[in-house]
């Protein structure tokens, strides 16, 4: 268990740390001679049961506030140290805010020095405290009187502590490992030395980790916990790891850092949070309040958005944006701590809710509820509520990284819930009833489309993820459609999608004029089609019905219109695409030269121009000045081949 020291300055935190420890947590030249503490201080008590109580001892001092947090930011157990001379201070009464807003909910007071009071003053200092903790998570919390020099007192609380240790509740043994980083050093003989209490998972002496939001990778080459030589550091304690990597040195790992599972390392610079308003702010919070978050022991410049209303009032909780000057490594549901630019006073505080928060829309009544099931604690209830919210679909593996479920956890909370990742999806799932009115919608509006557009292929990829509902994101949307099509409900061909069956057809007298015009596309002539107007004199037509019906059959996928009123057959086409593609693999250069194009097809330079010109704007073909090369990644664009790929590939295309 972690105990974590609050107070004022000079109330004792320090003399009473030395008096259980024996330990002096002040170990700065410059601590020792100002008799205050300024870094964090840390302390072991072996007890009997082979347990180690860690002690982490705050500077009091208004100054040195960030320090504190960063010392509160992963304890256990908070005890609040008030002078019986002095009754509760401003800084016992900011350590107190800071420590609610942080969510420690088991604590006791250490009424220091009561061998300068008489009971009639403890009383009184007593009844003080009992008032400041109304309302806070330390309402009715014991108070014991002590004193570090007589010893009163010392072994009751001793008594208390291990008490408390006894029943403290398991932290994080089912997630990935993290641990922020409060202190980085070097050691002789050792290297580079990281200190922090370790806030989920284990971690293994030869463990790989790496340090966000850096990015830099490292292994693990010794552990020490609770001050003693471990192969393996578990939650809630505090912990000393000596990295070892190419680029790990003193000066690339800084406070506030986190040193993690790699499969954790994803940073964020904008959250969505749950705030709560301390009731002391003398204003209220407006749209782009600047202000200093801390998290961890992480100290960030950033702005703070509300998300309900035009600001947020003294003393109210809501939710609200904040973006960050520069991304920190954490966790959803994680605490944090914001304070004003100055570092004078706290502001408010709370849990942080969504790491990727979105910059735009953040107040629509879809991003609303997806708040609401990303505040459930329960991961089974957030989940399970966030299916149910559009776009009903949730990347499955980016809601377990960002709230840290390990594997297990996460494969019996999907296997629980009866939902899968879409395969090809990347991580995307549905719920099966999501899943089946997918299903149902993606079928109704097919046979829609099919019946008032009979001369259509199908419908765009796009437009039908437009027109059904649930609305997916894209790519979720792609694996779904996917799916649908390995089960026979779907057809794709590039980037038509079709009820299983569904031919396009033209009415019969636009199939009677294509029947006759078709051969004319053909043959030797293909390179050199006639126009619509030439075609339509020579099969006695109306101009005007000759051009419909090509433009039909183009949505049909048989031609394709070059230039004005110039339809090629799609084979056609495709058979340009190869022949330029040819020519410029013999080409040294690589390029494409309309001059050996017309030779090729002994149709004309005006008309080669114009083939080149329309693979030009389908990018078949990528123009630089007078050169041509061909796009490798488009080139098999005008292809006719039967569907082989998945619907995600070819939608792709």
């Known amino acids: 268990m972690i105990v974590g020291t609050a107070g004022h300055v000079d109330h004792g935190k320090s003399a009473l740390v030395r008096a259980l420890t024996g330990i002096d947590p002040d170990r700065l030249k410059e601590e020792k001679a100002r008799g205050v503490s300024i870094e964090l201080g840390f302390a072991y008590l072996p007890r009997p049961d082979g347990s180690v109580l860690g002690f982490v001892d705050v500077p009091g001092h208004e100054r040195f506030v960030r ?13 609040l140290v008030v002078a019986a001379d002095d009754g509760p201070m401003p800084q016992t009464r900011e350590h107190l805010a800071i420590v609610d807003l942080l969510g420690v909910r088991r604590g006791l007071v250490a009424l220091t020095k009561c061998d300068l009071a008489d009971d009639a003053r403890l009383r009184e200092v007593e009844d003080e405290i009992d008032e400041l903790l109304q309302g806070t998570a330390l309402e ?15 072994a009751a609380l001793q008594s208390r502590l291990d008490e408390l240790g006894a029943f403290a509740p398991s932290q994080g043994g089912e997630g990935r490992f993290r641990l922020s980083v409060d202190r980085c ?45 471990v192969e393996i550091g578990r939650p809630g304690e505090r912990c000393a790891l000596n990295l070892a990597g190419s680029a790990v040195s003193k000066d690339a790992i800084r406070r506030g850092d986190v040193v993690g599972a790699p499969e954790l390392h994803a940073p964020s610079d904008r959250i969505d949070v749950e705030l709560s308003v301390l009731a002391s702010e003398p204003r209220p919070l407006g749209p782009w309040t600047p202000v200093r ?13 509300p998300l309900e209303g035009d600001a947020l009032a003294p003393g109210v909780a809501a939710r609200a944006q904040i973006a960050l000057d520069r991304p920190i490594a954490a966790v959803a549901l994680d605490r944090f701590v914001l304070r004003d630019t100055s570092g004078v006073r706290t502001v408010a505080g709370g849990r942080i809710l969504d790491l990727r928060a979105p910059a735009r829309r953040r107040r629509a009544p879809e991003r609303r509820a997806q708040l609401d099931a990303l505040a459930h604690a329960d991961h089974a209830e957030a989940l399970s509520a966030l299916f149910a919210a559009p776009p009903h679909a949730v990347d499955v593996e980016a809601f377990f990284r960002d709230r840290n479920i390990g594997p297990a956890a996460g494969a019996a909370l999907t296997s629980r819930l009866g939902v899968s990742p879409l395969p090809g999806g990347r ?26 557009n009979p001369d259509l292929q199908g419908l765009g990829a796009e437009r039908l993820r437009l027109s059904v509902e649930p609305r997916l994101p894209g790519r979720a949307f792609l694996a779904a459609l996917a799916a649908l099509q390995r089960e026979g409900a779907v057809g794709i061909a590039g980037a038509w999608v079709s009820l299983p069956g569904h031919v396009a057809r033209l009415a019969p007298a636009d199939d009677r004029l294509w029947e006759a015009a078709a051969p004319r596309l053909a043959g030797e002539a293909r390179f050199r089609p006639p126009r619509v107007r030439d075609l339509a004199a020579e099969l006695g037509a109306a101009e005007e019905d000759m051009r419909r019906m090509l433009k039909l059959s183009g949505r049909l996928g048989r031609v394709d219109e070059v230039a004005h009123d110039h339809f090629f057959l799609r084979e056609v ?14 080409e040294p250069s690589g390029v494409v030269t309309a001059a050996r194009f017309r030779d090729r097809l002994d149709n004309g330079r005006k008309v080669a121009i114009q083939i080149l010109e329309f693979f030009d704007r389908h990018g078949v073909t990528i123009r630089r000045g007078d050169e041509r090369r061909i796009n490798r990644h488009r080139r098999d664009l005008f292809r006719r081949s039967s569907v082989t790929e998945t619907g995600e590939e070819r939608l792709a295309s």
Do not use: C
């Open 185 to 229: 050093f070097t050691l002789a003989g050792a290297g580079t030395i990281v200190t922090g209490t370790l806030r989920d998972g284990p971690v293994s002496v030869g463990d790989a980790v790496t340090v966000s939001p850096s990015g830099l990778t490292a292994r693990v080459r010794a552990i020490h916990a609770q001050n003693r030589a």
């Open 573 to 586: 086409v495709a058979e340009m695409v190869e022949i330029a593609t040819e020519i410029a693999e013999r």
């Open 140 to 154: 009715g919390a014991e108070i014991l009187p002590v004193s570090a020099v007589t010893g009163e007192g010392l």
């Open 293 to 305: 978050l801390h998290h961890g022991a992480a100290d960030v410049a950033a702005r703070l958005v």
């Open 427 to 452: 991580g995307y799932a549905l719920a099966p009833q999501i899943f089946s009115a997918f299903r149902s919608a993606v079928a109704d509006a097919l046979a829609a489309h099919h019946a008032a």
């Open 67 to 79: 320090t504190m947090l960063a010392g509160a930011s992963a304890i256990d157990l908070v005890m």
